[in-house]
């Protein structure tokens, strides 16, 4: 049985070769679909595994309280539906304070600027950087972790000490050739000690996520002065399975910090972790759906190419088949002869559009600054529907080889 396999394989090589410039545009045909399919794929591939990063290092076990969910409200002229206030500070700290939830960890914050300049001695960066004013459960809740040095105390946030958290990018450019730790940046002017330095977080969609300086939130105020700053408050469940009935209780707390009567509508925002990411993952979906239908289409016109090259092929070689029906050669023999050479055709046709697809998934990843993996599911879709292709094409062509008549097959001019 092995030896009638390689056979066949031998014969329909032979074959390929004979009719090698038809077989390499049936091959770039069927590679072309499976390159639309494949590359998709894998820039979806690409795309998933950096919003699961960028986003599950919070843990699916955390909420924030903000001004609006993550869901944008609005009506059909694209008009705000309802304004929420901002949250305040005070009531940022009075959901804080009467939010005495089991297993929950609070934390206050908010974004002093996205624009500021720090310097160190004669060096300065420039002023993209952001500074955010935090509590010491800031980066718990966050997802951060400090690789040097130390994280806020509650020390440092009750006596307002103007010390630092510093992004891994400082370690890059302004402070690239010292030990960050204990040196002291300059940020408006006042100066701040560098008591540690984050794990580096990358890019999400071209922006660093490393370029940002944490202050505890009280000297961040002082330093910051702007009208109606909003204030985000972020809680990490220690036990997963009580996060929805944590949500209940936060949303019930502000409530009362909101001063709500019961038949009104929340005013505030609650966003869970998981949620967003589920959102997002979600509408990367109707790209993948996008992929298979680009996909379906082309390697339907692949399909019918394969199979009209093997028609071809079997009208050509008609008096061969008489030849090897007329030394004893059976139908199946015949039969299986033709089909392999449409499955080597189409297992070609799969390698390269494969190959391409990877290449280009690989490109379009890097130019957008995702986070590349090897798309082990679009490989095993491609190969798998060359292969159907493969069955569909040959099925047809290989029958009508297999019934030829042995007389009328010699009889052919």
Same mark, same amino acid.
């Given at each position: 049985?092995?030896?009638?396999?390689?056979?066949?394989?031998?014969?329909?090589?032979?074959?390929?070769?004979?009719?090698?410039?038809?077989?390499?545009?049936?091959?770039?045909?069927?590679?072309?679909?499976?390159?639309?399919?494949?590359?998709?794929?894998?820039?979806?591939?690409?795309?998933?595994?950096?919003?699961?990063?960028?986003?599950?290092?919070?843990?699916?076990?955390?909420?924030?309280?903000?001004?609006?969910?993550?869901?944008?409200?609005?009506?059909?002229?694209?008009?705000?539906?309802?304004?929420?206030?901002?949250?305040?500070?005070?009531?940022?700290?009075?959901?804080?304070?009467?939010?005495?939830?089991?297993?929950?960890?609070?934390?206050?914050?908010?974004?002093?600027?996205?624009?500021?300049?720090?310097?160190?001695?004669?060096?300065?960066?420039?002023?993209?950087?952001?500074?955010?004013?935090?509590?010491?459960?800031?980066?718990?809740?966050?997802?951060?972790?400090?690789?040097?040095?130390?994280?806020?105390?509650?020390?440092?946030?009750?006596?307002?000490?103007?010390?630092?958290?510093?992004?891994?990018?400082?370690?890059?450019?302004?402070?690239?050739?010292?030990?960050? +730790?204990?040196?002291?940046?300059?940020?408006? !002017?006042?100066?701040?000690?560098? %008591? #540690? $330095?984050?794990?580096?977080? =990358? /890019? &999400?969609?071209?922006?660093?996520?490393?370029?940002?300086?944490?202050?505890?939130?009280?000297?961040?105020?002082?330093?910051?002065?702007?009208?109606?700053?909003?204030?985000?408050?972020?809680?990490?469940?220690?036990?997963?399975?009580?996060?929805?009935?944590?949500?209940?209780?936060?949303?019930?707390?502000?409530?009362?910090?909101?001063?709500?009567?019961?038949?009104?509508?929340?005013?505030?925002?609650?966003?869970?972790?998981?949620?967003?990411?589920?959102? +997002?993952?979600?509408?990367?979906?109707?790209? !993948?759906?996008?992929?298979?239908? %680009? #996909? $379906?289409?082309?390697?339907? =016109? /692949? &399909?019918?190419?394969?199979?009209?090259?093997?028609?071809?092929?079997?009208?050509?070689?008609?008096?061969?088949?008489?030849?090897?029906?007329?030394?004893?050669?059976?139908?199946?023999?015949?039969?299986?002869?033709?089909?392999?050479?449409?499955?080597?055709?189409?297992?070609?046709?799969?390698?390269?559009?494969?190959?391409?697809?990877?290449?280009?998934?690989?490109?379009?990843?890097?130019?957008?600054?995702?986070?590349?993996?090897?798309?082990?599911?679009? +490989?095993?879709?491609?190969?798998?529907?060359?292969?159907?292709?493969?069955?569909?094409? #040959?099925?047809?062509?290989?029958?009508?080889?297999?019934?030829?008549?042995?007389?009328?097959?010699?009889?052919?001019?």
């Amino acid at each position: 049985m092995i030896g009638l396999f390689r056979e066949n394989v031998k014969i329909a090589m032979g074959s390929i070769r004979t009719q090698l410039l038809r077989t390499i545009l049936t091959v770039l045909i069927i590679g072309i679909g499976i390159m639309a399919l494949v590359g998709i794929l894998t820039v979806v591939s690409a795309l998933e595994n950096t919003i699961s990063k960028d986003f599950a290092s919070m843990g699916a076990n955390t909420f924030t309280l903000n001004q609006y969910d993550n869901l944008t409200r609005s009506e059909g002229n694209g008009e705000v539906k309802k304004i929420n206030p901002i949250i305040s500070y005070p009531e940022a700290v009075a959901f804080k304070k009467n939010y005495n939830y089991p297993f929950a960890h609070t934390s206050v914050s908010f974004t002093a600027t996205a624009n500021a300049e720090v310097k160190f001695e004669s060096k300065k960066t420039d002023p993209e950087v952001s500074v955010l004013g935090v509590d010491d459960y800031y980066t718990v809740n966050s997802g951060l972790e400090v690789v040097k040095g130390r994280n806020f105390t509650g020390f440092d946030i009750e006596n307002n000490n103007y010390v630092c958290v510093l992004g891994a990018d400082f370690e890059k450019e302004l402070l690239s050739d010292v030990n960050p +730790i204990d040196k002291t940046i300059s940020i408006r !002017g006042a100066k701040f000690k560098v %008591i #540690g $330095v984050l794990k580096e977080k =990358g /890019s &999400t969609f071209g922006k660093s996520q490393d370029l940002r300086v944490l202050i505890p939130i009280q000297v961040a105020r002082t330093l910051f002065t702007a009208p109606n700053i909003n204030y985000s408050t972020s809680v990490m469940i220690e036990k997963k399975e009580l996060l929805d009935e944590a949500v209940d209780n936060a949303t019930i707390a502000m409530r009362k910090v909101r001063k709500l009567s019961p038949i009104e509508d929340n005013n505030f925002g609650v966003s869970r972790s998981d949620d967003l990411i589920n959102k +997002i993952l979600g509408i990367t979906q109707y790209l !993948g759906i996008s992929a298979w239908i %680009i #996909g $379906v289409i082309t390697i339907f =016109g /692949s &399909t019918i190419a394969l199979m009209n090259i093997m028609l071809v092929s079997v009208t050509e070689r008609t008096r061969e088949i008489g030849t090897r029906k007329a030394l004893g050669a059976k139908r199946s023999t015949i039969a299986m002869q033709f089909f392999m050479e449409t499955l080597v055709i189409g297992q070609l046709g799969g390698l390269v559009g494969t190959l391409l697809g990877i290449l280009i998934g690989f490109g379009f990843a890097s130019l957008l600054d995702f986070k590349f993996v090897i798309p082990w599911l679009a +490989i095993t879709s491609a190969f798998l529907v060359c292969f159907l292709v493969a069955i569909i094409s #040959g099925l047809y062509p290989a029958l009508k080889a297999a019934k030829l008549d042995p007389i009328e097959a010699l009889r052919y001019e």
